[in-house]
């Protein structure tokens, strides 16, 4: 009678070993971590019931209406101060070179 022995495997650095875990089981942390915050959210609802309940009636609250922004306002804010830096920037240089004689 003969006994079969498990097949060994070559050796690996723990760090091979997990990355062989990830690509055996894509999405195992994903729906590990999405249990554990779904029981956190769930013992904090019953620890502070009345906070569950204010979290999901939550609204904006702002001190002022909101103006509305253009992607075109936001550019030329920043296209004015890069220019306002670089005029900055040409002041010191200029100053830098006349102080140490330069022309």
């Known amino acids: 009678m003969q006994f079969v ?42 620890t502070f019931p009345a906070t569950a309940a204010v979290e999901e009636k939550a609204v904006l609250c702002l001190p002022a209406p909101v103006a509305e922004l253009s992607i075109f306002d936001l550019i030329r804010d920043l296209h004015t101060q890069s220019e306002a830096r670089d005029a900055v920037t040409d002041q010191m240089s200029d100053a830098r070179h006349d102080r140490h004689g330069r022309a």
């Open 5 to 46: 022995t498990a097949r060994r495997t070559p050796p690996m650095t723990n760090t091979e070993r997990q990355r062989r875990f990830r690509e055996r089981n894509p999405g195992y942390y994903q729906r590990l971590h999405a249990k554990r915050r779904a029981a956190l959210d769930a013992g904090f609802a019953q």
